[in-house]
């Protein structure tokens, strides 16, 4: 399966500012995607990021507070705008789905704090 | 809408014995059902898979049950250790979709 790289692994940011996630995978794959798991919560999708076009978001997440950028088959970015303590989660991007058993393979998550 | 709920928020079991953790859905167009086990500061590993179509799947102390009628599935863990302590998550998937929906969560402690 896909190891992916996640940085940075934890952030306090300050409220207002924006913060950029990164996601390095090592092999090319089609779909990326981006979930967000609030304090005591479970994983929610954000958006599905296909490389050479817009990433598709889920009800209640758009664009302009969650940029994501898909450049090319192994890396992707999701950026966190104008930043507000209600942000403050851990933030995690997944690859994979296909195969056998649709076994996903997550980050090891960005922890982020809005303070 | 929740469409895949976990009623059981902890859990705790002693060493060597087995661990059942449930897992209710809402959707009958899921294909697929996973379980993911997670630690603290880390992403959520995957665990074990269940097609619809069948209503059983075991990988070594790992047991997925589906009761599709019920809309239903359990993850047994026999025996239990204690490196399996974390948080697992349900989870199901609409294969034409391809978008996980996860559920709560069941933080599981196992006692040496």
């Known amino acids: 399966s896909a190891v992916i790289s996640q940085k940075p692994s934890r952030d306090i940011c300050q409220r207002g500012t924006s913060l950029t996630i990164q996601c390095q995978v090592d092999s090319q794959v089609t779909m990326m995607f981006w979930y967000r798991q609030q304090p005591g919560q479970s994983l929610t999708l954000i958006a599905t990021?296909?490389?050479?076009?817009?990433?598709?978001?889920e009800s209640g997440f758009v664009i302009d507070k969650f940029p994501i950028s898909r450049p090319n088959l192994t890396f992707s970015t999701l950026t966190v705008s104008n930043m507000s303590p209600e942000d403050s989660s851990i933030y995690l991007c997944s690859v994979g789905g296909g195969g056998q058993n649709y076994g996903y393979t997550f980050g090891s998550g960005t922890r982020l704090t809005v303070v | 809408d929740q469409q895949v709920k976990q009623n059981s928020p902890s859990l705790s079991v002693q060493e060597g014995r087995i661990s059942i953790l449930n897992c209710d859905y809402t959707?009958?167009?899921?294909?697929?059902f996973l379980w993911y086990k997670k630690y603290p500061a880390e992403g959520p590993t995957f665990l074990i898979s269940i097609s619809s179509i069948k209503d059983k799947n075991e990988d070594g102390r790992f047991t997925v049950f589906l009761n599709k009628s019920a809309k239903h599935l359990s993850l047994h863990i026999v025996p239990s250790q204690p490196g399996d302590s974390a948080v697992y998550f349900c989870?199901?998937?609409?294969?034409?979709?391809?978008?996980?929906?996860f559920g709560g969560g069941t933080r599981v402690l196992v006692k040496p």
């Open positions: 959707n009958s167009m899921f294909d697929y």
């Open positions: 989870a199901a998937i609409v294969a034409a979709g391809n978008k996980l929906t």
């Open positions: 990021a296909n490389q050479g076009s817009e990433a598709t978001y």
